[in-house]
């Protein structure tokens, strides 16, 4: 079995792992350099999880156009100035070449409406209620819920079967009663979700199928390209993106290592002017070229 990761440093007190996509990311405190110890301690887990999302992958079928509520959309050119989702026609008309944060708006719109029925009913079953809910476009999580009872959920759950949506929701909004994923909390989950362990599967595969959908809103077969340019740009969420997450992080840890007594993280602009911002970019320059190259976990 051979499983790509990456390792990233962050501010946190202990390792952790998390799957995005086909990789296995290795969270590290700052002060920790070798990843071989929780590898191995957590070696049965990795492969358990491999082996779901391998099967998740299998079983879900490639994704063409794109879904609605797990209902095939399909996606025409247009020279309007606002794209349209049609809801009974099951279409979707955009000009690529315009902004697409239209689209996503609207999406978003979409998906709002039906968290909210779903919350609705669920709030009597659990006799709770978020305080606040938030949508975003996240790569790894379907969904979150804060100590202060916010729930954040992935704008990607729009692609799903309602079934999907409905558990995700249900799950997070379980949280505001339960923190822990303990025994208390999965009982109550099979009470709704008998087949939770099955759905957990299908939404592994999800991730990396819906990744894909939302991509195709901006370069479907049906549509003509962007034009090319000659002007280089770097893929969106590889190395200088890495570079400039890592320089914050970094500053911050230098500033506060000087200034002990300072409870509140510095905000960008003290750590310009104080010149920690180019000190750091040095530190995560380094630090990134070397672990850039994916290892293999054998």
Known sequence: ?????????????????????????????????????????????????????????????????????GQPFTMEKTNA??????????????????????????????????????????????????????????????GSCSNRKNLSLNLKLICLPERAIKYVIFHEMLHIKHKKHNRQFWEKIKEEFSEYEEMEKKLSGYHIHTETLLQNLHKSPTISPHPPTTKPTEPKGTFWPMVRQRMRQKATQLYLQDHPETKAEPSLKELRKAGYLQKAKIIALKEIKAERDELKLV
């Not at 499983?3 to 996509?21: C, D, G, Q, S, T």
């Not at 887990?45 to 490639?62: P, R």
């Not at 709030?123 to 975003?136: D, F, H, M, N, V």
């Open 81 to 142: 100035q606002k794209p349209t989702i049609d809801i009974d026609q099951r279409k979707i008309r955009l000009d690529p070449r315009r902004d697409q944060k239209i689209i996503t708006n609207q999406l978003k719109s979409l998906l709002k409406q039906k968290i909210e029925a779903i919350i609705k009913e669920y709030s009597e079953k659990l006799g709770c209620q978020p305080a606040k809910i938030t949508i975003r476009q996240q790569k790894s999580k379907w």
């Open 1 to 69: 079995m051979e499983i790509n990761y990456k390792i990233e440093h962050r501010n946190v007190k202990h390792p952790r792992l998390e799957f995005k996509r086909l990789t296995l990311h290795i969270i590290l405190p700052y002060d920790m350099r070798d990843a071989s110890e929780i590898l191995e301690k957590r070696k049965a887990w990795i492969q358990k999880k491999w082996s779901m999302i391998q099967e998740s992958v299998k079983n879900v079928s490639a994704p063409q156009g794109f879904m609605m509520f």
